[in-house]
């Protein structure tokens, strides 16, 4: 008899009911087994249907399963006279929760058949479809672990629900038009079909619409209304911001975007995440994407989206929906009925159901470079999967950066990093964070112990670190920041030893008190030297000073009169910004690379103030993209650099051949300092990391130049290059500290 220990993805995909039919097909007698962490199997049978037995268990895995690792053991025979499944044994061990999923082929079918007994039924799922991570409350994945639990199975759905020849058998999340979850519309008496056409007509007829979704709220409002989207804009006092735009399908999604297989791949998986594509001039409103040549496209990932767009009554409705985060600035995504209520006033109909979301997730937003996926935000469909890093089994949680937060948990040389939690600055953000450890504790079964944090003093999560580490008598691990993301690459790609790291992001605590931002680094995973570092410059007016990139502009300017031309700000402001740089009141020391996108934005009149976080680092590159000009390859320093900006742009060069030159000079000066410190120090691999290289242009553009000098060269891919993936890298580093 063999007993088979599969790890990986196997809980929640049905892989239970495709162990028992594998088995059947081959004649083996046994049973299979959940335990939390693993499926075990006992296998009997002879030599040679085992074999096949084996071979086709690795072959022939169900959908959205992934197994990472096979035991095989051989023990004395039984006396089995049939193939079982056991109900769960939990056991504590490596733990894989598996992400959402999006709606599979077959149940978009059957939501559409008028014979089929889930016709429009707006939560049908199956073993391969439906939500996870979401609705789980502990391990193992059953029905009554979850929010499914509220709701008691019909007889047909229990039918399906143990019927080992079903699409269902087994599926956690199974419900019917006769039993299970319901839609409904906040504050008017209209559920099912009739809150969904309600909701479907309002869309239609330019209104706005709260919408509860797998992990959260979403607001939607029809793309091509430009007033429609204006409105929303203004409720949600985001002045512009891109919104992410929902298409009926690929077909919807080409007329208005450039697409290529590879982001076709990507825009269609299980994840269905939020991918940035390049516009074309269709319909969309001009202000969903304002400024900007690129568009966050989705697809319809629950049977809601899509009955939204295609539900059979008489109603016209629009190929492009805007799908944005339901939240109040600065604060998550509204998850329950109450806080819908006191968010969306402003919306024309909340349309919720009674499935509890039990964890948030927002959408997932991918870019691509150089033909690869870069993750922007990894949430939806993709956390809590692990990166894996060998290292030692200790267990540790990394709370992440105070922006664009996650955390993270690892043990046994696996690093499970949190669904999106947001920016940290908020104290009810806070209270999530927290909240979202203990269930992501709990769902892992990680007692950490030792704590990583951010070596910012004043941060948040520095402050919930030391919080936490208290109950354990342990100082926590704090890493620098842009340490961290270097170690966050390195991490991705599983690599060990000497590298060098080159950061560049907006802002981050440095060892020595003032602002980095634009580091090169000589490290490994226990320790790190700053090898270098741009020229250092005078970041004054605080906060403000982050999103007013004339602020720094003038700091490289120095010149009142030349500003003054240049229309960086008012006579007040200019006079006021002077002063504080002149006096060194209010200043910081910074060697940011962000806030130099800012300023070059702000000379080239690109942009002088950003109303979100990267709008001036965007629209400098997408104005570089409009540029076919080639440069001669110049190294410079960072201030050069500026200098010679200023110069061209005093002298009348077009604004977007400046910002292609801009990033050409950049990289150049990036690969020079990388080929010397590779000289002095003989390694040979660099890793880029840090928000900036989100911008494709540079990314691509510094890769080519540091291979065509012989260096490799480690990019993100599926973690974020900005703090969403920091927590990754804390939780590295602390794995090597001598405290266990
Ligand atoms: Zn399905
Ligand atoms: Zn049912
Ligand atoms: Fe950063």
């Given at each position: 008899?063999?007993?088979?220990?599969?790890?990986?993805?196997?809980?929640?995909?049905?892989?239970?009911?495709?162990?028992?039919?594998?088995?059947?097909?081959?004649?083996?007698?046994?049973?299979?087994?959940?335990?939390?962490?693993?499926?075990?199997?006992?296998?009997?049978?002879?030599?040679?249907?085992?074999?096949?037995?084996?071979?086709?268990?690795?072959?022939?895995?169900?959908?959205?399963?992934?197994?990472?690792?096979?035991?095989?053991?051989?023990?004395?025979?039984?006396?089995?006279?049939?193939?079982?499944i056991?109900?769960?044994?939990?056991?504590?061990?490596?733990?894989?929760?598996?992400?959402?999923?999006?709606?599979?082929?077959?149940?978009?079918?059957?939501?559409?058949?008028?014979?089929?007994?889930?016709?429009?039924?707006?939560?049908?799922?199956?073993?391969?479809?439906?939500?996870?991570?979401?609705?789980?409350?502990?391990?193992?994945?059953?029905?009554?672990?979850?929010?499914?639990?509220?709701?008691?199975?019909?007889?047909?759905?229990?039918?399906?629900?143990?019927?080992?020849?079903?699409?269902?058998?087994?599926?956690?999340?199974?419900?019917c038009?006769?039993?299970?979850?319901?839609?409904?519309?906040?504050?008017?008496?209209?559920?099912?079909?009739?809150?969904?056409?309600?909701?479907?007509?309002?869309?239609?007829?330019?209104?706005?619409?709260?919408?509860?979704?797998?992990?959260?709220?979403?607001?939607?409002?029809?793309?091509?209304?430009?007033?429609?989207?204006?409105?929303?804009?203004?409720?949600?006092?985001?002045?512009?911001?891109p919104?992410?735009?929902?298409?009926?399908?690929?077909?919807?999604?080409?007329?208005?975007?450039?697409?290529?297989?590879?982001?076709?791949?990507?825009l269609?998986?299980p994840?269905?995440?939020?991918?940035?594509?390049?516009?074309?001039?269709?319909?969309?409103?001009?202000?969903?994407?304002p400024?900007?040549?690129?568009?966050?496209?989705?697809?319809?990932?629950?049977?809601?989206?899509?009955?939204f767009?295609?539900?059979?009554?008489?109603?016209?409705?629009?190929?492009?929906?805007?799908?944005?985060?339901?939240?109040?600035?600065?604060?998550?995504?509204?998850?329950?009925?109450?806080?819908?209520?006191?968010?969306?006033?402003?919306?024309?109909?909340?349309?919720?159901?009674?499935?509890?979301?039990?964890?948030?997730?927002?959408?997932?937003?991918?870019?691509?470079?150089?033909?690869?996926?870069?993750m922007?935000?990894?949430?939806?469909?993709y956390?809590?999967?692990?990166?894996?890093?060998?290292?030692?089994?200790?267990?540790?949680?990394?709370i992440?950066?105070?922006?664009?937060?996650?955390?993270?948990?690892?043990?046994?040389?696996?690093?499970?990093?949190?669904?999106?939690?947001?920016?940290?600055?908020?104290?009810?953000?806070?209270?999530?964070?927290?909240?979202?450890?203990?269930?992501?504790?709990?769902?892992?079964?990680?007692?950490?112990?030792?704590?990583?944090?951010?070596?910012h003093?004043?941060?948040?999560?520095?402050?919930?670190?030391?919080?936490?580490?208290?109950?354990?008598?342990?100082?926590?691990?704090?890493?620098?920041?842009?340490?961290?993301?270097?170690?966050?690459?390195?991490?991705?790609?599983?690599?060990?030893?000497?590298?060098?790291?080159?950061?560049?992001?907006?802002?981050?605590?440095?060892?020595?008190?003032?602002?980095?931002?634009?580091?090169?680094?000589?490290?490994?995973?226990?320790?790190?030297?700053?090898?270098?570092?741009?020229?250092?410059?005078l970041?004054?007016?605080?906060?403000?000073?982050?999103?007013?990139?004339?602020?720094?502009?003038?700091?490289?300017?120095?010149?009142?009169?030349?500003a003054?031309?240049?229309?960086?700000?008012?006579?007040?402001?200019?006079?006021?910004?002077?002063?504080?740089?002149?006096?060194?009141?209010?200043?910081?020391?910074?060697?940011?690379?962000?806030?130099?996108?800012?300023?070059?934005?702000?000379?080239?009149g690109?942009?002088?103030?950003?109303?979100?976080?990267?709008?001036?680092?965007?629209?400098?590159?997408?104005?570089?993209?409009?540029?076919d000009?080639?440069?001669?390859?110049?190294?410079?320093?960072?201030?050069?650099?500026?200098?010679e900006?200023?110069?061209?742009?005093?002298?009348?060069?077009?604004?977007?051949?400046?910002?292609?030159?801009?990033?050409?000079?950049?990289?150049?000066?990036?690969?020079?300092?990388?080929?010397?410190?590779?000289?002095?120090?003989?390694?040979k691999?660099?890793?880029?990391?840090?928000?900036?290289?989100?911008?494709?242009?540079?990314?691509?553009?510094?890769?080519?130049?540091?291979?065509r000098?012989?260096?490799?060269?480690?990019?993100?891919?599926?973690?974020?290059?900005?703090?969403?993936?920091?927590?990754?890298?804390?939780?590295?580093?602390?794995?090597?500290?001598?405290?266990?």
């Amino acid at each position: 008899m063999l007993n088979i220990k599969i790890f990986g993805i196997v809980q929640g995909v049905g892989f239970r009911p495709f162990v028992k039919n594998l088995a059947d097909a081959h004649k083996i007698f046994g049973n299979v087994a959940n335990r939390g962490s693993y499926v075990e199997i006992f296998a009997q049978g002879s030599e040679l249907d085992l074999e096949n037995f084996l071979r086709a268990l690795q072959n022939e895995n169900p959908p959205r399963s992934a197994i990472l690792k096979i035991d095989v053991e051989n023990l004395p025979d039984e006396n089995f006279s049939d193939f079982k499944i056991v109900e769960s044994v939990h056991e504590a061990g490596d733990i894989f929760v598996s992400p959402d999923i999006a709606i599979c082929e077959k149940c978009s079918e059957e939501l559409f058949n008028p014979d089929n007994r889930r016709y429009l039924h707006p939560f049908i799922n199956c073993t391969a479809c439906g939500p996870r991570l979401t609705i789980l409350r502990n391990m193992p994945y059953d029905r009554e672990r979850t929010s499914m639990s509220d709701f008691p199975m019909c007889d047909a759905c229990k039918e399906e629900y143990f019927d080992k020849n079903s699409r269902r058998f087994d599926a956690q999340p199974i419900c019917c038009n006769d039993c299970g979850c319901e839609v409904y519309l906040l504050g008017k008496n209209l559920r099912g079909h009739d809150a969904i056409k309600f909701a479907r007509k309002i869309l239609a007829g330019g209104g706005i619409v709260a919408v509860k979704g797998i992990g959260g709220f979403h607001l939607a409002c029809d793309a091509r209304n430009f007033s429609a989207v204006q409105k929303l804009r203004n409720s949600k006092t985001r002045p512009t911001k891109p919104f992410a735009v929902m298409f009926r399908n690929i077909s919807a999604v080409e007329q208005e975007c450039f697409l290529s297989a590879e982001e076709k791949i990507f825009l269609d998986s299980p994840q269905k995440p939020i991918v940035l594509l390049n516009k074309k001039s269709g319909t969309i409103a001009e202000n969903v994407a304002p400024d900007i040549n690129k568009l966050g496209a989705m697809l319809p990932y629950t049977p809601l989206h899509l009955l939204f767009f295609d539900f059979p009554d008489e109603i016209i409705f629009p190929d492009a929906l805007v799908m944005t985060s339901g939240n109040p600035s600065g604060v998550p995504i509204t998850i329950d009925d109450e806080d819908a209520l006191k968010n969306f006033d402003f919306c024309d109909a909340i349309l919720s159901h009674n499935r509890k979301i039990l964890l948030r997730a927002d959408d997932s937003v991918m870019d691509f470079i150089d033909n690869r996926p870069s993750m922007i935000r990894r949430s939806r469909g993709y956390a809590p999967l692990p990166v894996f890093y060998d290292s030692n089994k200790k267990s540790v949680l990394a709370i992440g950066g105070e922006l664009k937060n996650t955390f993270c948990l690892a043990k046994n040389n696996l690093l499970y990093a949190s669904p999106y939690i947001g920016d940290v600055g908020d104290l009810r953000t806070v209270e999530v964070l927290e909240s979202s450890i203990a269930r992501m504790k709990d769902l892992l079964e990680i007692s950490p112990e030792i704590i990583a944090c951010d070596l910012h003093p004043r941060y948040q999560t520095t402050l919930l670190a030391e919080k936490i580490s208290a109950e354990f008598n342990l100082p926590p691990v704090k890493v620098q920041h842009h340490y961290a993301h270097i170690l966050s690459c390195m991490a991705e790609n599983n690599f060990h030893g000497e590298i060098i790291g080159v950061a560049f992001d907006g802002t981050g605590f440095g060892d020595d008190g003032t602002i980095w931002g634009g580091e090169f680094f000589i490290c490994n995973e226990k320790t790190y030297r700053r090898a270098a570092h741009i020229e250092k410059f005078l970041q004054a007016g605080g906060d403000k000073s982050a999103r007013e990139g004339w602020r720094i502009a003038l700091a490289f300017i120095k010149n009142l009169d030349i500003a003054r031309e240049l229309k960086l700000a008012d006579e007040k402001n200019l006079r006021g910004q002077k002063f504080l740089l002149d006096k060194n009141i209010n200043c910081v020391t910074s060697t940011s690379v962000g806030r130099i996108f800012d300023a070059v934005a702000a000379v080239l009149g690109i942009c002088k103030v950003s109303t979100y976080e990267g709008e001036a680092a965007m629209k400098l590159q997408a104005c570089a993209e409009r540029s076919d000009k080639n440069f001669r390859a110049e190294c410079k320093n960072s201030e050069e650099i500026f200098n010679e900006i200023l110069t061209r742009r005093l002298l009348g060069e077009n604004i977007c051949d400046l910002a292609r030159l801009f990033h050409e000079r950049l990289s150049e000066m990036t690969a020079q300092i990388c080929e010397e410190l590779s000289l002095q120090t003989k390694i040979k691999t660099v890793a880029l990391s840090g928000g900036v290289f989100q911008n494709s242009l540079l990314s691509s553009l510094t890769t080519e130049k540091l291979r065509r000098r012989g260096l490799k060269v480690l990019r993100h891919e599926l973690i974020p290059p900005n703090d969403g993936g920091i927590c990754i890298g804390q939780a590295v580093h602390a794995l090597q500290e001598k405290i266990f």
